[in-house]
Nanobody
Framework: QVQLEESGGGLVQAGGSLRLSCAGF????????MSWFRQTPGKQRALVAT???????NYADSVKGRFTISRDTAKNTVYLQMNSLKPEDTAVYYC??????????WGRGTQVTVSS
């Protein structure tokens, strides 16, 4: 049973950095892609970044150049390095994985708050 768990959220000042971690992938190689989403109250969950099983990455325009998604295949963990944080990055960040059998998994989320 895959259970994704995010960590690393918190409160940071604008311009600061945080690194989110998502553990619980039984094997990152068994997933088509792994992603980070974020959600603010009253809005739909939005894609932030994706990394494929082949290592290709894709980012939302709003975070390009500031966020980096990566994975550690030995630890079966996916990361989101967030630099130059802005108040508008404040959200609950969710880890997602779509396994090769198309099962879709979500973590419970971690709060990121960026103060101005």
């Amino acid at each position: 049973q895959v259970q994704l768990e995010e960590s690393g959220g918190g409160l940071v000042q604008a311009g600061g950095s945080l690194r989110l971690s998502c553990a619980g992938f039984e094997s990152t190689a068994s997933f088509n892609h792994m992603s980070w989403f974020r959600q603010t109250p009253g809005k739909q969950r939005a894609l932030v970044a994706t990394i494929t099983s082949g290592g290709s990455t894709n980012y939302a325009d709003s975070v390009k150049g500031r966020f980096t998604i990566s994975r550690d295949t030995a630890k079966n963990t996916v990361y989101l390095q967030m630099n130059s944080l802005k108040p508008e990055d404040t959200a609950v960040y969710y880890c997602n994985g779509v396994r090769k059998d198309l099962y879709n998994y979500w973590g419970r989320g971690t709060q990121v708050t960026v103060s101005s």
